[in-house]
């Protein structure tokens, strides 16, 4: 069965950083694209970062220079690390994938969550003092 698994959320205070993982089983991220998605209460789910099989990325321009994508096919392993959150950083987090042959680079690229087929159950982030 594929799924990915999220960890890595929780309370922060503004100005600080976390680090959300993303496992993956039952598949090799190998030749899939990845992406972060979130989404914020009453508010529709938006991309954050997504990252190509050969690691070309785009990012969202709220997180512009804050957020980074990653990622480790060794251990099958997608990272996003966040800093100098912000309070509008709120928001529950999603992992999703989508293989090359499904959906090519130009259109994952939008970040478009409807682009991406493989979710995971989502993590919290909540940045607030």
């Known amino acids: 069965q594929s799924q990915f698994v999220e960890s890595g959320g929780g309370l922060v205070q503004p100005g600080g950083s976390l680090r959300l993982s993303c496992v993956a089983s039952g598949f090799s991220l190998d030749y899939y694209h990845i992406g972060w998605f979130r989404q914020a209460p009453g508010k529709e789910r938006e991309g954050v970062s997504c990252l190509s099989s050969g690691d070309s990325s785009v990012s969202a321009d709220s997180v512009k220079g804050r957020f980074t994508i990653s990622r480790d096919n060794v251990v099958n392993t997608v990272y996003l690390q966040m800093n100098s959150l912000k309070p509008e950083d709120t928001a529950v987090y999603y992992c999703?994938?989508?293989?090359?042959?499904?959906?090519?680079?130009?259109?994952?690229?939008?970040?478009?969550?409807?682009?991406?087929?493989?979710w995971g159950q989502g993590t919290q982030v909540i940045v607030s003092s």
């Open positions: 999703a994938a989508v293989h090359v042959t499904r959906t090519s680079w130009p259109m994952a690229s939008s970040c478009a969550p409807n682009k991406y087929d493989y």
